[in-house]
């Protein structure tokens, strides 16, 4: 396995929204790992902001159990 597909995970989204999906991407010109990086932040800064300010301090508890295996 690269090391490029160990820093990644699997999200499912409903066949009904990737079209709309495959669409935003290629409007953003991005790779659509980094396009689900800038939707999740961006979610999380609007409806969750302490969450998001805890993630940005690395202070979640799935941050510190990566940390602790070497993955982040």
Known sequence: MYQSEKNRTTIRIH???????????AEERQTRINL????????AKEKHPNLYNDFLEGNLK????LRNEGKI
């Open 15 to 25: 066949w009904s929204h990737k079209a709309l999906f495959d669409e935003i991407f």
């Open 36 to 43: 689900m990086d800038e939707v999740i932040e961006f979610y």
């Open 62 to 65: 799935l941050q510190a159990k």
